[in-house]
């Protein structure tokens, strides 16, 4: 049985029973059945209540008379009804001693769970439960767990249960937004247990910063602190105009704390208090914090550009302040003070300050250029730069400070990791790597819109530089020899290509053209969709492990990998996944198994892999085995799953559908994957490529037969592989299971793929 939070007061009042000099005498044990038990003052229902006992805690007994238990609570004598609590005998503990030089502490049993901490070698835990290769153990007062391969057992103990149980102290408090989710961890990847609406009254143990601790059906959980009011609703002190282009809102008076949402320029605030540079102030019925600056007036501002290479952006008035970030030549910013030879902004959501001695103002700077092919024409303000831009017949750009801040026409390169949001919403769409090419739409202020295979959303000009079409500088491109199709994708950093075929070129294409790649579902201005890249990867392979195995040695006989067909094809009808795509995925990450990470860690997929350092963070695994069927578990719960956190469509896809949108920053990451599927596919006549393609819309039902029960629904627009068609219906395969299911026949789109 995996014990829960609930169940560590009574592991506590067993370890301070191990360690106490003083051993009182043996009483009886008793465990709580009831979900929350009634502490009370005298043995009595009428009796004052002092706290609560959860469903599962323990408690020393000393004595039962006329229905009622006597424990000991807060020192002193308290009673509790016999009827919900199990009598027990002395408890029992298991200990472990760590075998390592040093083990880490893990938040879950498993490599992938967060490190809670270390024990040294030699340091003891008490073990609360075991699953599998892993100890869940107490850990600084909470549950943890320890991998049992480096750690022994202690000689067990038992434990005197004269140690006293801590209660369970509450205090009343109201849910003040429309629906809040109850979860089991202080986090939003807990999982949610149950909701709780507005009005309701829940019991709080403990309020942590974001979250609050309360009693729900029995036992610990967590609600966001900013949506429970323990105490009367406030009255606004005064209601404010937001003054700044955007601001955040966050669950306590300090930067670190949650982001609630976002609120824009013009909208009114009810301000319910001040505290220092913060105002508590009502968002949807609950408080919220933003800082005093949101509030400035506009007529207080003025611009200020940076002059010098980079400019350090800190946290407070000196240069003492932590630096946040750093700010680029040319930029601007919104100065609402200057204290003491510093500027005073709004960055990024907080209060930022940069030294005055390396800013101008908008007056003081130098003014705009507007580049055509013919000329470079001057202008005093962006106002008239736009206006000579917009009835210019000639391609052009403008220029300030030799930045380009518009255009006519080109493509937009990032220049670091870079968010692509949403420009209704501003959240999120999907994020690219540095050195990305995305085809430009517009220029908006510090805005720039622009569109990736389909998706148009905007970046920060900040994060980018604008390539105008006028200077015909390279990007990445497709194009045709030989009747096969080829991708060659730019590097902007090393100025070379690299190229790759892809198969068959879809016939509307042509030698000797060049076709854009700004969309990979779309070539040549034709719906295009390379098959392995948007097929579900829910359908399984044709190729057996062997078959596998043989194409592997085909190509590199070297391979680790041509011995782990099974392993594959195991994880692959386990989890419902294609085997040829763990296959393929396999090989990119892993440099067909040669990769150091591979080779030590038994790592095939790069897992926890990050940037900063890669093999050091990379999680291990003791066999081949081992690693590709926890990859592939994850992958199919998390990418592959509607309605996980990561699902955006159940195939490779690119940066607006499928496992590319969120696993990769890499816009080429789910073609090159598809690439190599189509290689083996090619290596034995095209066995796997055997449907039709189709797109169905966010809301299309799907059948258990033709006219059957209805199964599920497309959450959002999907594309599905049809295997035939009978009797009015489409037989699909989607991302909702690996079996067959049925759509109507005229909710799907036929789609034509190559």
Not at 617 to 640: Q, T
Request: charged share 15%.
């Amino acid at each position: 049985m995996k014990l829960t939070k609930k169940h560590i007061a009574a592991a506590v009042t067993i370890v301070a029973a191990i360690h106490s000099e003083a051993h009182a005498e043996a009483q009886e044990t008793g465990t709580v059945t009831a979900d929350a038990l009634s502490v009370r003052e005298s043995p009595s229902a009428t009796g004052k209540i002092l706290g609560y006992l959860q469903k599962g805690q323990k408690a020393a007994i000393a004595a039962v008379s006329n229905g009622w238990a006597q424990i000991s609570f807060q020192g002193k004598n308290a009673y509790v009804s016999a009827k919900y609590i199990k009598q027990e005998g002395t408890a029992a503990v298991q200990t472990v001693k760590v075998t390592a030089s040093k083990l880490n502490v893990r938040s879950k049993p498993s490599l992938y769970g967060s490190i809670a901490g270390t024990l040294e070698k030699g340091e003891t835990a008490v073990v609360l439960a075991k699953e599998g290769d892993w100890l869940q153990v107490l850990y600084k007062g909470a549950a943890a767990y320890v991998n049992s391969q480096y750690v022994q057992e202690v000689q067990p103990q038992t434990a005197s249960p004269a140690a006293q149980v801590q209660p369970v102290q509450t205090t009343a408090a109201t849910v003040a937004a429309s629906r809040v989710n109850v979860r089991t961890s202080p986090s939003l990847q807990g999982g949610v247990l149950g909701q709780v609406q507005q009005g309701e009254q829940v019991q709080v143990i403990k309020q942590a910063g974001e979250w609050s601790s309360v009693l729900y059906k029995g036992q610990t959980a967590y609600i966001y602190t900013a949506y429970l009011q323990t105490q009367a609703a406030e009255k606004p002190i005064e209601a404010k105009p937001i003054a700044v282009s955007q601001v955040s809102f966050y669950t306590a008076p300090s930067y670190s704390a949650q982001v609630l949402g976002t609120g824009k320029n013009g909208q009114t605030l009810s301000v319910l208090a001040y505290e220092g540079d913060w105002a508590r102030v009502s968002l949807n019925g609950a408080a919220a914090y933003v800082p005093v600056l949101a509030f400035q007036e506009p007529k207080q501002e003025k611009t200020g550009i940076v002059k010098v290479s980079l400019l350090n952006v800190r946290s407070a008035p000196s240069t003492e302040g932590a630096v946040i970030s750093q700010l680029r030549q040319g930029e601007e910013i919104t100065i609402t003070a200057e204290e003491n030879g510093w500027a005073k902004f709004l960055y990024q959501g907080q209060t930022a300050y940069a030294s005055l001695s390396y800013l101008q103002t908008a007056a003081e700077a130098a003014a705009y250029t507007v580049v055509t092919a013919s000329q470079r024409r001057p202008a005093a303000s962006l106002t008239e730069a736009e206006q000579a831009f917009s009835t210019s017949a000639e391609d052009g750009y403008i220029e300030k400070n030799q930045t380009i801040v518009d255009m006519k026409a080109g493509f937009v390169r990032t220049k670091a990791l870079t968010t692509i949001y949403d420009g209704e919403t501003d959240s999120q769409i999907t994020y690219v790597a540095a050195g990305t090419d995305l085809k430009f739409v517009k220029a908006a202020g510090q805005r720039v819109f622009v569109t990736i295979d389909g998706a148009t959303g905007y970046v920060p000009l900040s994060q980018v530089e604008l390539i105008p079409a006028m200077l015909k500088q390279a990007t990445s491109y497709y194009d045709v020899k030989g009747g096969q199709l080829y991708y060659h994708a730019y590097k902007a950093a090393s100025g070379a290509y690299t190229s790759y075929g892809l198969g068959s070129a879809p016939a509307h294409l042509q030698e000797g053209k060049v076709y854009e790649a700004w969309n990979a579902k779309e070539l040549g201005g034709q719906e295009s969709y390379y098959y392995f890249a948007y097929m579900p990867l829910r359908i399984q392979t044709s190729y057996t492990a062997e078959e596998l195995n043989a194409f592997v040695r085909s190509v590199r006989p070297d391979s680790p990998l041509a011995g782990l067909g099974s392993s594959f094809v195991a994880a692959a009808q386990k989890y419902g996944v294609n085997a040829g795509y763990l296959l393929a995925h396999a090989i990119l990450e892993s440099g067909w198994g040669t990769s150091r990470i591979a080779q030590d860690k038994k790592n095939l997929y790069g897992f926890q892999a990050v940037d900063a350092a890669p093999y050091d963070g990379a999680a291990a695994f003791k066999s081949w085995g081992e690693g590709i069927d926890y990859c592939a578990k994850y992958i199919s719960e998390h990418y592959l799953t509607p309605g996980s956190r990561q699902y955006r469509g159940g195939a490779l896809g690119d940066k607006a559908y499928g496992m590319n949108v969120m696993y990769a920053s890499d816009s080429n990451w789910g073609r090159q994957i598809a690439r190599l599927m189509h290689q083996l596919d090619a290596f034995y006549q095209h066995r796997d490529t055997r449907y039709q393609l189709g797109k169905v819309q966010a809301g299309t039902s799907f059948y258990s037969s033709a006219g059957g029960k209805q199964e599920s629904k497309a959450d959002r627009g999907l594309l599905v592989a049809v295997k035939g068609k009978a009797n009015g219906f489409y037989e699909v395969i989607s991302d909702a299971s690996s079996s067959p299911l049925y759509v109507p026949a005229n909710q799907v789109q036929l789609v034509t793929s190559y």
